[in-house]
């Protein structure tokens, strides 16, 4: 299988790589990537390894090897040892505090006239109703009563 992307360190390179491997404090990922960054050098005469034995070595899959030497080749040293920020951020938070409060109180009430308790799907009704949130199922519903052990019996 043909190259893709050649690794070639500078002696500065090196020697960072080198330190990261040998010294100081750093996650476990971080070193294994300087590590496989160190295998895969191609300057100097050094011995030439293939992906597989790299991967092998270093203990990751060979799709990372690739990965790696791909953004160490187009993006530079940093961008290869360090993970990229996450570039969609978190969810919003749906059903808040006060909401939950709103719905266990809802829960603690006497059930509706013609029924003998709640059901999930009229709590989530209900909470639709009285304009708590614009819609919920009642799985939700389910779910924030159960992670506040509330029973319904």
Not at 16 to 28: C, F, M, N, V, Y
Not at 64 to 92: D, M, Q
Not at 115 to 129: G, I, N, P, S
């Amino acid at each position: 299988m043909a190259v893709r992307y050649r690794v070639t360190l500078t002696q500065e390179e090196r020697k960072q790589l080198e330190d990261i491997t040998k010294r100081g404090k750093h996650s476990a990922q971080k070193i294994s990537h300087a590590r496989a960054l160190l295998l895969c050098d191609t300057s100097d005469n050094i011995i030439t390894r293939t992906v597989e034995s790299v991967a092998d070595a270093v203990g990751v899959s060979n799709r990372t090897i690739e990965h790696l030497k791909h953004r160490f080749v187009e993006e530079g040293i940093e961008s290869a040892l360090t993970r990229k920020p996450a570039s969609n951020p978190p969810r919003e938070i749906r059903f808040d505090g006060a909401f939950e409060a709103k719905l266990i109180t809802l829960a603690c009430s006497h059930a509706p006239e013609g029924y003998c308790r709640w059901t999930m799907q009229l709590h989530a009704d209900k909470a639709v109703e009285l304009q708590f949130t614009e819609s919920i199922s009642k799985s939700s519903v389910c779910n924030i009563l159960k992670k506040t052990k509330l029973s319904l019996t």
